[in-house]
């Protein structure tokens, strides 16, 4: 058997690629309802080529999970290497995945199943420990920097960014990005350093239970 050509190869990459751009942007319009062949033809693409490269609707959304949870992983790298200072760091992730964030919370609760298998794939749990990696060191050097109150880790800011990235049955889409861009702002400035902050209980979950090591 002849090995394919770097053309096939990069027309495939280009495929999938576009497929799973179609599949983010109609998922988030109009939900997971969304046909197949919608998908297929958005991307450009014909069925078979769907088909070949996602054979069923639950493949599909471990590939956009994936991607999503690649391009999170990029927006914190990117941050931590181009923001003078680890807080500035933080607010940058913090307001620019939180599109990333919120897609793969819905996906998390329409695709319960499919999520659980996700979390045991090798490439999900290296993006997940890398994203931890990253959000702890910037953590400990705002900490450090003295912007970051000192009794909270990376696990805090993760739930609390999970937690109000949740969709609110029956409010509209638009609103509810709103809303969430409104109170990401309150959290991050509830996070900072400062005479007066009140003691927090102690912290039921870490970055084990998270996934990180």
Same mark, same amino acid.
């Given at each position: 058997?002849?090995?394919?050509?770097?053309?096939?190869?990069?027309?495939?990459?280009?495929?999938?690629?576009?497929?799973?751009?179609?599949?983010?942007?109609?998922?988030?319009?109009?939900?997971?309802?969304?046909?197949?062949?919608?998908?297929?033809?958005?991307?450009?693409?014909?069925?078979?080529?769907?088909?070949?490269?996602?054979?069923?609707?639950?493949?599909?959304?471990?590939?956009?999970?994936?991607?999503?949870?690649?391009?999170?992983?990029?927006?914190?790298?990117?941050?931590?290497?181009?923001?003078?200072?680890?807080?500035?760091?933080?607010?940058?992730?913090?307001?620019?995945?939180?599109?990333?964030?919120?897609?793969?919370? $819905?996906?998390?609760? $329409?695709?319960?199943?499919? $999520?659980?298998?996700?979390?045991?794939?090798?490439?999900?749990?290296?993006?997940?420990?890398?994203?931890?990696?990253?959000?702890?060191?910037?953590?400990?050097?705002?900490?450090?920097?003295?912007?970051?109150?000192?009794?909270?880790?990376?696990?805090?800011?993760?739930?609390?960014?999970?937690? #109000?990235?949740?969709?609110?049955?029956?409010?509209?889409?638009?609103?509810?990005?709103?809303?969430?861009?409104?109170?990401?702002? #309150?959290?991050?400035?509830?996070?900072?350093?400062?005479?007066?902050?009140?003691?927090?209980?102690?912290?039921?979950?870490? #970055?084990?239970?998270?996934?990180?090591?």
């Amino acid at each position: 058997m002849k090995n394919e050509s770097p053309r096939l190869r990069a027309d495939a990459r280009h495929n999938r690629e576009q497929i799973i751009e179609a599949a983010r942007a109609l998922i988030a319009e109009r939900g997971v309802e969304v046909p197949m062949e919608e998908v297929a033809r958005r991307a450009g693409v014909g069925a078979a080529t769907l088909y070949r490269r996602f054979p069923d609707r639950e493949a599909l959304v471990r590939g956009v999970a994936l991607d999503g949870f690649d391009r999170v992983v990029a927006i914190a790298r990117d941050a931590e290497d181009e923001e003078p200072d680890a807080w500035g760091a933080l607010a940058r992730f913090v307001r620019r995945a939180s599109a990333e964030l919120r897609l793969a919370t $819905w996906l998390s609760i $329409w695709f319960t199943s499919t $999520w659980q298998q996700l979390r045991a794939e090798p490439e999900e749990q290296r993006l997940r420990q890398a994203l931890l990696k990253i959000l702890d060191r910037l953590v400990r050097r705002a900490q450090a920097d003295g912007d970051l109150r000192p009794d909270v880790d990376a696990g805090d800011l993760t739930l609390m960014m999970a937690l #109000l990235l949740r969709p609110l049955p029956g409010l509209r889409a638009e609103l509810t990005q709103r809303s969430v861009d409104r109170y990401l702002i #309150l959290m991050l400035e509830g996070l900072r350093a400062g005479p007066d902050i009140h003691d927090l209980p102690p912290a039921e979950i870490g #970055l084990v239970d998270l996934g990180g090591s």
